[in-house]
């Protein structure tokens, strides 16, 4: 979806190096996701926000943070990455209608390996 | 959350329907069932939710029965652009955020 934005689309970096993913979205959600998936596996959830000042973690938080600047704006941080932490990151929003219909929009991905 | 099982794999030709189904037993009152499409090195793409009986759009139908422990997903008449991976998804999209299993990875083959 070009309305959420994801940045670096690649990233190579080094073990016990700091790095930070950014997320961007242009559609006016109120919530917002981080995923991770590994080769060939499913998406598994890292930390979500509902809202810019609630903050959840995921089924796989452990090592990593994150921070909701603004509505718009959601980024993940690696405090000291590690190899098992390379993977296809995905960032994706949300909103809610009285249908509960409220599909979930992905950004293209940010591809990170640690050496 | 609730889990759900589906089939690692399936096999199609092009012009046939195919049909996903997702075994979901302890799904809750309020849990909705949500579909998503993932083409490789892509995000995945909303296709169709449903909350009981029969939902229809112009990419797919979902089928649920009464009980609601199970849906399926049909496709009709794939062709080669429908090979993906793909997830079904069971709880409250309001309420929590959803949770994807593996999915069920469907070959079309001409």
Redesign the interface.
Known sequence: ?AD?TQTPRNRITKTGKRIMLECSQTKGHDRM?W?RQDPG?????IY?SFDVKDI?K??ISDGYSVSRQAQAKFSLSLESAIPNQTA?Y?C?T?D?DSS??????????T?LTVT | LAKTTQPISMDSYEGQEVNITCSHNNIATNDYITWYQQFPSQGPRFIIQGYKTKVTNEVASLFIPADRKSSTLSLPRVSLSDTAVYYCLVGEPGRRALTFGSGTRLQVQP
Request: aromatic share 20%.
């Open positions: 979806d959420v996701y995923y596996l499913g998406l598994q959830l979500y959840n995921g089924e296809l995905f994706a949300s809610l509960y219909n409220s599909p979930l929009h992905f950004g293209n991905g591809r």
